[in-house]
């Protein structure tokens, strides 16, 4: 019995992700579409698109035969001199943002957070102001795992054993409207989530703040989706301030807000963007980070040192660049990007219902990226004992449908079902998305009830 084997050598060598003492995990082996398959044979509905990541599905043949081909036409040359992948793939990117921005190349989304980091730092340094270094950002959010990119991030509990961390990071209120940190309502909302990034800019001094970096919406900590004038209000606080935004668009990017970029969605231009996940759909490690023309100007003033001092030896490998621009192709070619936003709609109506469960507190969308918000009581919104949130995706699991649950790593408030389903799903699967959550909270299917 091969599977037998395979999960004593799990048990035996392999260190998961997430959740590392889990003894009983999922060996997956094939995946096609929307679907995955484990090794006893069952079918699973990737309800996560892995971790927000595979948007147009698995086991894409074209991906593959663009990744074979540079394989054996150029492997691998650093980017201190240049390739065609990067080339082509940097002006696509600029063909998906709306503006002029340099491309530099990284692996991961927390690799080029860091980039983003160093960037703002540099340039305030070669404007004269060397005292602007902080960078603010909000509770709740998550930038990466690396010790700057984790300083940014808003969870304690992911931090504390790993303290001290990048220095330099402080966080306000996220614009959280179900449970408003200021206490408002929607008629009564001043946009205070928005003001406390001007009090901490103020509170730190402006002359020593750098950037503030946010996603669109936050994703990983509950689909925390602000006030539509919320992104252009921070926009002109970071310009009164001399404050750089940095857009980390490493879930929101590639389409899964209905748009190609998230901070589309609110018009706003940031001065640096970081992208990741689905500018491969997962098929080949690869991130970037986008900066703006007026930006990288600074980085070429003639005489004086104004390099980047940043080598990063796979960060856009000729294999990762054309598996993107294959990728790309495919979200132009088959129209995915507005096929994630028809989805987002079509998930807001089959999803209405689940609305009337007394364990239901909210449900939000961007694009096709829904969070579910689990409460015990309507009333107090007390989150959902974990108990119960870790119930109802087993329930989900062991109908065939993979989701995930999010929020803040304090005990008690992972209390948020995600989903995320790849751009490739069908009507019919997203029928059977909302059959199994029915069946699951209200304990009926469809054929039962008809
Ligand atoms: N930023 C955001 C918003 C993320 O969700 C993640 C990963 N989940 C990262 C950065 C870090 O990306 P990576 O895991 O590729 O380092």
């Not at 054993?161 to 220095?167: A, Q």
């Not at 918000?373 to 107090?380: A, G, K, M, Q």
Request: proline fraction near 6%; aromatic fraction near 10%; charged fraction near 20%.
């Amino acid at each position: 019995d091969p599977k037998a084997e395979w999960l004593k050598k799990d048990r035996t060598y392999l260190w998961h992700h997430i959740s590392p003492h889990n003894d009983n995990p999922i060996i997956f082996v094939s995946g096609e579409g929307a679907w995955l398959t484990d090794a006893d044979g069952n079918r699973y509905f990737d309800g996560m698109s892995g971790l927000w990541c595979v948007n147009v599905g698995h086991g894409r043949e074209e991906i593959a035969q663009a990744a074979a081909k540079q394989m054996t036409t150029l492997a691998y040359t650093p980017l201190t001199q240049s390739h065609v992948p990067a080339i082509e793939l940097a002006a696509k990117i600029n063909d998906w943002l709306d503006g002029e921005y340099r491309i530099f190349f990284s692996n991961s989304g927390s690799d080029a957070n860091e980039v983003a980091f160093k960037i703002a730092r540099q340039y305030h340094r070669q404007n004269g102001k060397l005292g602007k270094h902080k960078f603010i950002s909000r509770y709740r959010a998550y930038h990466g795992n690396s010790m700057g990119a984790l300083g940014a991030t808003g969870q304690a509990q992911r931090k504390l054993k790993y303290e001290p961390l990048g220095i330099g990071f402080s966080h306000v209120p996220p614009p959280y409207c179900y449970r408003c940190p200021f206490g408002q309502q929607a008629d009564s909302c001043r946009l205070e989530c928005a003001q406390a990034f001007e009090d901490a800019i103020i509170g730190e001094g402006a002359d020593s703040v750098a950037a503030v970096i946010m996603e669109p919406v936050i994703t990983g900590g509950g689909m925390i989706v602000p006030p539509d004038s919320y992104l252009p209000r921070i926009r002109s606080i970071c310009d009164k301030y001399d404050v750089l935004l940095i857009m980390d668009e490493v879930i929101c990017g590639f389409g899964r807000s209905g748009q190609r970029f998230g901070h589309l969605n609110y018009g706003v231009r940031p001065d640096i963007v970081t992208m990741a996940k689905g500018m491969t759909s997962a098929y080949s490690p690869l991130s970037a980070t986008a900066v703006s023309a007026e930006l990288y100007a600074c980085f070429k003033i003639p005489g004086g040192d104004n390099h980047f001092r940043h080598v990063n030896t796979f960060g856009g490998n000729p294999v990762s660049c054309a598996v993107a621009l294959e990728n790309i192709n495919i979200l132009e070619r088959e129209e995915l990007v507005s096929r994630s936003a028809q989805i987002g709609t079509q998930l807001q109506t089959l999803l209405s219902p689940l609305r009337e469960h007394p364990n239901v507190g909210d449900i939000r969308f961007f694009g096709s990226a829904v969070g579910i918000e689990l409460v015990d009581d309507p009333i107090s919104k007390t989150p959902a004992r974990s108990d119960r949130v870790a119930g109802i995706i087993a329930a989900c699991f062991s109908k065939g449908l993979l989701i995930g649950k999010n929020g803040d790593t304090v005990p008690g408030f992972m209390n948020i079902l995600t989903l995320c389903p790849p751009f490739i799903t069908t009507d019919d699967e997203l029928d059977y998305i909302a059959s199994v959550l029915s069946e699951v909270f209200f304990g009926i299917s469809e054929e039962d009830a008809s």
